[in-house]
């Protein structure tokens, strides 16, 4: 059977070492079944680089994985999407059962305690119905952070537990835990209230894109990451609009046509964030015009605009990203990646271990593609730590962390 990815069903950017493959490994394909834990396995060599050894063939069903038996009597459990932090994992199936195991000494899989871990996938939804009143919300996605997690419902309804010291969850961080699932307040107001349609996690903080195309941000605010008004604050648990507007940087104004074809309004006729990811205080939205604007801490030429400040308070085009589809960020490595309309690769940030895929361990301070990978057609692109996983046509990579640069093999 030929392998089929559906991107929708990629798993989001994980964090440290084996978590990488873990996570994609958790992915399905389009059939809609489950595959093995070790579809993508990744094994350490002598220096400790990852590499991708074994790409394998699906079982026949009914099997287990990771201990969760499935039949076909149990098809409501075949799962459409995946997301990885630190150290625990998010499962959500196609009738929007959300299940969950690993770390959770934050509250962060929101099961309605903090013991240290959960070693097996545990039903989290039903933990939810007193949280939500009994509301009949059907989820479709989930984002996991260092130690707080978010789930998206069809109604555009977000839901946060976890660590909330920062105020990460959209709670007062007088609460620091929120082992239950509980939903942060939404901006706007009837006859038009804010609806979610993507929502990311980073270190400490929540970024959501609306529905109607704002980006809306909370929790750590030290590096700029909810806006200039909030630097001073240091932490923010009331999510921010940030717009887009026109003080955006590079952010285009529209012409009297796009104004007059929006009924008038110029908010209206500006570019829509379609898309949003979070990492380690830096932040990138993603626009239905293919742009990406960064803003937040960029020490290590994470923000992609050339050179290193330390703080950038608003949000800031990029340049050289042109048509873009596709986006991660690491949660902890201070790199990114996009992939273009025509499939290329782009890289930049902090490379010491070689997870840019340049061939060499020099930091990148504007996105550069991958030249290795400029004859494939790159689908998708998933940050780790200190890796970077990419899925081709036909194949998949991984640029591994590395003493010695790109050593990334493709699977076979």
Known sequence: MQLQPDLRHMAQCSSRGQAVAETVAGALLQEHTYWQSTVLQAVPDATENW?????????????????????????????????AGAGHVLAVTECGQVWGWGRNAQGQLGLGHSRAWVAAPTEVTAAL??????????????????????????????????????????????????????????????????KAAAVACGTANTAIASRQGRLLVCGDASSGQCGQSCVKQRCCWQLVDLGPELGWHGLTRPTAAEVAAAGGAVAQALPKVVDVAVGCGTCYALTDGGDVYAWGAGSKGQLGRGGCAKVQATPAKLPWAKRIVQMSVSLDGHFAAAVDAAGHLYTWGAGKWGQLGHG?????????????????????????????????????????????????????
Not at 52 to 73: D, K, N, T
Not at 147 to 152: E, K, M, P, R, T
Not at 374 to 402: I, N, Y
């Open 51 to 83: 590499l991708i050894v074994e790409l394998r063939q699906p079982m026949a069903l009914p099997h287990c994985i990771f201990g969760w038996c499935y039949s076909q009597q149990q098809a409501h459990r075949a799962v459409a999407s995946i997301a």
């Open 129 to 194: 119905e007193g949280a939500w009143k009994g509301a009949a919300e059907v989820i479709t996605s989930a984002a996991c952070g260092d130690a707080h997690s978010a789930l998206l419902a069809a109604s555009g309804a977000v839901f946060t537990a976890g660590c909330n010291r920062q105020g990460q969850c959209g709670q007062d961080p007088a609460l620091q835990l929120c082992p239950v699932f509980c939903q942060p307040s939404l901006p706007g107001s009837n006859p038009d209230p804010i």
């Open 360 to 412: 060499d361990t020099s930091k990148r301070t504007v996105g550069r593609a991958v030249k290795q990978l400029k004859q494939s057609d790159v689908l998708q692109v998933v940050c780790g730590s200190e890796s970077l996983l990419v899925l081709t046509r036909p194949g998949a990579f991984l640029l591994p962390r590395s003493s010695q640069g790109l050593q990334g093999r493709q699977a076979t």
